[in-house]
């Protein structure tokens, strides 16, 4: 295969994904700009997506805006999943580095994001009757990620097909296992700052009174 630029190679795994992602994990031909990129991207789509909508499909929008929603579901849920991949892939004899899986899921993501973004912007374009085809350019990049997903996965670590399901099945539940200590974690340290908060309150009163 010829020699091919960040960007060619971006198009190359879009386009063949079975041997696009064998071809980047060969030549080590990854970007972590590229992919720094697109999960930025991902970030604006999910913006784009719950606060550009075209006002005939979503007219309810929230007055107050909170960023930090848009930013667990892009940035926070991006870096649980590689890192819960690449625990899952060491006790599975796995090849994949951090470095890699962080790429390949990034690029794994590009139809997805096209496509939400694509619909998002035919929204202010299209009436409701015409909502077909907003759907269907959305569930054809869903299911291009699905596949590119998988066929990076499957490359990454070079496993089975249905090793790398099992591997991606078993990431999902360290996510779900690590998400809920998490909301026990913030929860007991709340409890925490209320008791000391509490204990403070109730001294310094004695101490007034």
């Not at 063949?16 to 031909?29: Q, T």
């Not at 490359?155 to 296992?177: C, E, R, S």
Request: aromatic share 18%.
């Amino acid at each position: 295969m010829l020699d091919l630029t960040q960007p060619q190679f971006v198009k190359h795994v879009i386009m063949h994904p079975f041997e696009g992602f064998e071809d980047l994990r060969w030549k080590k031909a990854g970007d972590m700009r590229i992919a720094t990129f697109i999960v930025f991207l991902l970030f604006f789509q999910q913006l784009a997506y719950n606060r550009l909508y075209g006002f005939q499909y979503y007219s309810d929008y929230d007055k107050v805006f909170n960023i930090i929603p848009y930013i667990s579901s892009s940035f926070g849920l991006f870096i649980l999943y590689v890192v819960c991949n690449w625990a899952m892939c060491t006790l599975f004899d796995g090849e994949g580095s951090l470095r890699n899986i962080y790429i390949v899921t990034a690029y794994s993501l590009i139809p997805y994001i096209v496509g939400y973004l694509v619909g998002t912007f035919l929204s202010h374009v299209l009436v409701r009757d015409e909502a077909i085809f907003i759907d269907t350019i959305q569930i054809i990049g869903l299911a291009w990620t699905v596949v590119l997903f998988i066929s990076a996965m499957k490359a990454v670590h070079q496993f089975t097909f249905f090793k790398t399901i099992l591997l991606i099945l078993l990431t999902l539940v360290a996510m779900v296992l690590c998400i809920f200590l998490l909301v026990l974690l913030l929860t007991l340290f709340q409890q925490v700052m209320i008791f000391v908060f509490t204990l403070y309150t109730e001294i310094s009163y004695k101490f007034r009174v």
